[in-house]
Each structure stands twice: as C-alpha cells, then as structure tokens.
C-alpha cells in the first residue's frame, strides 16, 4: 500500500468515526442510531471523495 492509499484510508476513517459519533452522542437509542447512518455516512462518504481529490492533486502539483 502506497502512502496516498494509506492517507485516504486514515482520512475515511476518521471521518466515519467522527460522522457517526457524534450523532449518536447528541441522541442515544435506536433514533440516535437511525440519525447517525443518515448524517453520518453522507458526511463520511463525502470526506473520502475530498480526501481523494487532495491526494490526486498533491500527487499532480
């Protein structure tokens, strides 16, 4: 694994622990865990397509 993967890969999964802690933090239960899968992996998801296009531009420049 190149360093690039390894940096998307840390990146991801900090996001996705941040994304779905605090929600779940915010409000605890069942309705708490419904609110983080549906802030949470958007948020996530979207953290992870930064975070490729950063490394492909620090790659490029």
Not at 31 to 46: E, K, N, R, S, V
Request: with cysteine; glycine share 12%.
């Amino acid at each position: 694994m190149n360093r690039d993967s390894l940096v998307t890969l840390v990146v991801a999964l900090v996001a996705i622990a941040c994304c779905l802690a605090i929600p779940l933090l915010v409000s605890a239960g069942v309705g708490g865990t419904f609110l983080a899968l549906g802030l949470g992996l958007p948020l996530a998801a979207g953290a992870v397509v930064v975070a490729r296009v950063v490394v492909r531009r620090h790659r490029m420049g």
